[in-house]
């Protein structure tokens, strides 16, 4: 016990860092559930932590209430997104998606609200480990509670085959929509509390680098169930301290050590585990 | 001064055409997205960065490193496409293993270069002899590097046309079943494609080195989402919508600072992509159908 | 613990070069551990890697007596954080958390430093940063300082000095718009010159790794502006200056610390002649330990230090400072650097104000032919 | 399982369809009574798929009217006409290939309030003669004959009142086709209306109580098998070729 305790004590900020990029991959899980390989998680997690930021400077609104209404926002903003993709699939839609998260930035980067590059600093850190840790399991509570439901089967028909879906009745459109929407909602959710566990923010937490790592996450932890985004969440976050520790032992003291090794990692993952950590684990059971 | 900006773009644009030609072959072939292209980029610009320090000819170094940087195509596609495509793995698993090479090729790179910024001892395109042409301005080397990538692309517009090799990328492009079917070999066809791809990609990177006198290792991360709204602008797949789209690119950037939005120019060349997209989702030279995931 | 008093003196004899105490002196025997957050790696690489080299050459220094610890043995333990502030905040947590470490110097960016210095402020853990230069910094708590000028006290010297030599009507400015450190040049040049009544024609914002600036460069030339104030770090100044050249552009060239490398004569060449350079270091400068710094790390390194590595080894001869005067432990470190007055390092005689920012005075360089020199 | 409406059958009126400027149907009229089997019979291209497409809000007519009792189809997106009834089975099989059999057959009864019980889908798969195996396996993994059955399946799950059969014989060995024969007249007897699209003459003839024949979008016969046979127009036009 007093070895967790010391544990927390001296690594809080990456327990904390674990919490948020797993709600992040969660988030992008439940869009690529659909099939729709929708990237602008970053940016709608970008939309959450200012808002959310901004609640709590300016307005001195309380930490629940701001992150319900950046949920809020960011959800409706990734359902006015799936209107003018609609017509989009697969990489085209990748590509477009991406696109959006660079116009945020920009616009990030030029509003004064923002305090553009400079940032925003001074941020309430009241996003405390509990409060992450509840917030992940709500997410994966509610998604578990959504894969029994009749809206969980017709994400996977339009995952599957979206002509045959809509021969069973499934309205293609309206589960595109929800589905990013409820993505939204949850990057929401890990936007907010990435405001409020890291002090300040500026545009580039929020560009093609973060929606990389999201997608990694994502994608070697396994698409398909939510234990799958976690795991990979905890693995590229804890990539850099763990080859850290591995230098430090080796006494492999070159700079681009850690840098390969985690490359080397990733690669490794994804071709000996195409369907994620997670897959792996399955397949044995 | 519009007269000077649009010389700017065609210049900036030649260089991102020839970048995303490369790209787009590979998505043409394959359906995958190589983010590894720019890493490659990279790498090529360094390769001819020490060829040229060893005292070998500018125009030498350009070819060997695109060469060099072809292999490195071939090697990319054995490591971290090919495993995939024999299991059918999709579209994601490979953007994720392409990533994944990328992080590796940037170490390895930091590993022989250190962090510091490599220079040309020629100087970059800006110190060579300035050519006056009514009221604009260029440099002779400026002239060499847009000629270069021209003739970089017409060469590859010839394969593509008149090669059997060509014909082979075309029909596996066009139906990969149905191409295996007529006799492709489809494991050469699909290297070849990547060699090509990839020197071009390198081609790009050691013009871009030589443009700005300059090598680093993060110089591919401004040229890769750029070059994705360049393939996305003319049709993904599409050779020709590549290369109009990088002179479309390089104007609307031009033009968007010669108009005094510099501020906003990334957001006026995503905003461009996403709107076209969205009304015509195959783009300008795309012909064809949408996929699924 | 009580700390004995310190020697509260201005050293004027050269501190580093002689070694007043050696391997006898007063902490013989002691071991100081200080964390150094730098991005080796990453995007920033190329200013954290300076950094790491100006902390091994003063380790090397300080074993050698060259700087003056007490004898004590100082380790400086040199983590990247890969330009991701997620790991300069982890880092943070593990110096200030291991019982060990007596100060942390850095990060690299300041981006970095306002999520990580919080960290350091809520354990009460003295930091300082050595490049961190955005304005807020040391605001964020007690504990914090900083040994490097921030650009609000080094442009408008810049401007005034460029002012009243040139005596310019007009200007254009340039400068990063998603960097913290570029997008405040810009914000202090437009202050400072509009201050002194100068009309600034246009002004053009680019992006960090931007390599084309011709497009900005063309527009600023049809503006005619007498002077083109520059907020940008040295790889795109050079680049900037380099293709100005090219486009014929004859107006004044001046910047601030981003541009105070040997990489804009090296690269840029004739172009950069002339161009004003406002910054908190200068290598020609002939403090006895400036003098050594700049022939050491040349010799080591193979090319000449920047400001980026200027500053870190200043502040490594801060902490070999506060450890012969005692302080060992994170406490001694936060007190010391309280009640410092003035310490003589390779930036000449510094200070720490109220606010624990540096007290010294910027000096405006001029780019000539393979150097820098003093601007009069 | 009881039917959600009451079911008047299935009518197509004077249905015209073109793709770019392209006639593929042009004044098609039938209809599809409760219980009734009707065969669509025709040369390749002569509209029998565009007008499945038609009736399942895959394309929409240019001219004329699909209803379902008093529901006009021909204005509803392709989900709603599937959740008003209409189901159908493709051409090229289009299974969930990616998931279990089971829950093939599940997607069929999305349209429904209640989803579909592990017993429900045992009945269904065995309407369709499919018996005695791992309903968990997924649906790419199973031989050809055994997904076009899956596919009627799933169409059956959600007991439409029109089901649409596109060449539900293709790919069939002859007694898995033979076997078909008294799964579509089970449809039928459940008051199902059946489209009976095919090319096998002899299942056309052994199932439907009534024939329409198209060439180039047009009807150019229609009655009972033994009378469309005998159409000298026909002969010429479809059996003259094929036979």
Redesign the interface.
Known sequence: MNALVDFY??????VD?IGVNAIMALSLSVSLRAGQLALAQAAFMGIAAYLSAILSLNAHWPLLASIALAMLVSALVAALLAYPVRRLRGVFLAIATIGFGEIVRVFA??FSITG????L?GIP?DATTPVIYVGLALVAVALFALSRTKFALAVSLVREDEHAARSVGVDVGAIRTLSLALGGAIAGLGGALYAHS???L????FGFGRMEQILVACVIGGVTNAAGAVLGAGLI?LL??IT?AVQAATGANV??F??LVTGVVLLGVILFAPAGISGLWRKRA | ?IA??LL??LF?GAVYALFAVGYTLVFGVLDILNLAHAAIFTAAAFAAFSLASMGVPIPLALLAAAVMAGIMGILLDRVAFAPLRARNAGTLVPLISSIGVAIVIGAVL?GIY????R?FAI?????AP?IHLGTV?F?TVELLIFLSAIALMLVLGWILRATALGRSIRAVAEDRVAAALLGVDLERTIGATFFIASSLGGAAGVL?GL????A????G??IELKGLAVIILGGMGSVTGAVAGGFILGAV??LA??F?L??W??AILFGVMFLLLVARPTGLFGKRTLRAA | MRLKPFIYAVLLASFGASAAFGAGGPMAGKTVRVGVIAD??G?A??Y??PQKNAYDLASDDIKAGKIDAGGATVVFDV??A?T????A??LM??FT??GQTALVLGPTLS?EA??AF??AKAANFPVMGTSTT???VTA?GPTVFRCALAESQVIPTTVKRTHGKWHYKTAAIIY?????F???DGDIFARELKAAGVDVV?T????I????F???L??I??KHPDVIAIGALF?EAT?II??A????IKAHMMGGNGLNSP?MY??A?S?SHGTVVGAAWYSGAMYPSNVNFVKHYTAKYG?GPDQFAAQAYAAAQIVAYLVKNGATNKDGMLAGLKHVRVIQTVLGPIGFDANRDVKSSPVILSIVKNGFTTFH | MAQTRVNAGLDVADVSVSYGGVAALRGVTMRIGPGSIVGLIGPNGAGKTTLINAVSGVVRPGTGTISLGPLRLDRLPQHLVARAGVARTYQNIRLFGGLSVADNVRAGAYRLRSPLSDEGVKELLARVAVHEFDVSRPAASLPYGEQRRIEIARALAGTPSVMLLDEPAAGMNPRESHELRSVIRGIAQRGTGVLLVEHDMSLVSAVCDHVVVLNFGETIASGTPAQVARDPAVVEAYLGTSA
Not at chain 1, 202 to 205: F, R
Not at chain 3, 204 to 207: L, M, N, Q, R, V
Not at chain 3, 209 to 212: G, I, P, S, V
């Open positions: 004590a001296k690594h809080s900020r990456l860092q980067n030029n553009g590059a400079e940032g600093s850190n890291n002090f300040f500026t545009p580039a937490d976050t850099p301290e850290r700079d681009f850690r840098e | 001064m000077q900006q700017n773009g900036l930091r250190g962090v510091d910024e220079h100087g970059g395109a800006a110190a300035v301005r440099t871009t443009e700005y006198n300059s680093t290792i993060d110089m991360g401004p950037e031009t600072i010669a005094g510099s501020a120019r990334d | 080796v790696t995007g690489g190329v954290g890697t983590q990247d890969a991701d502030a997620a790991q905040v982890n947590q593990k958390t291991d981006g306002f999520k919080p960290i955005a304005e807020g964020i990063g718009d998603d960097n913290a570029t997008k405040t246009d053009e914002t680019f992006h790794k931007d390599t084309d011709q497009p900005s063309t527009r030339e049809s790889p680049k380099e293709q050249g090219k486009l014929g990489e090296s690269v060449g172009a090319k």
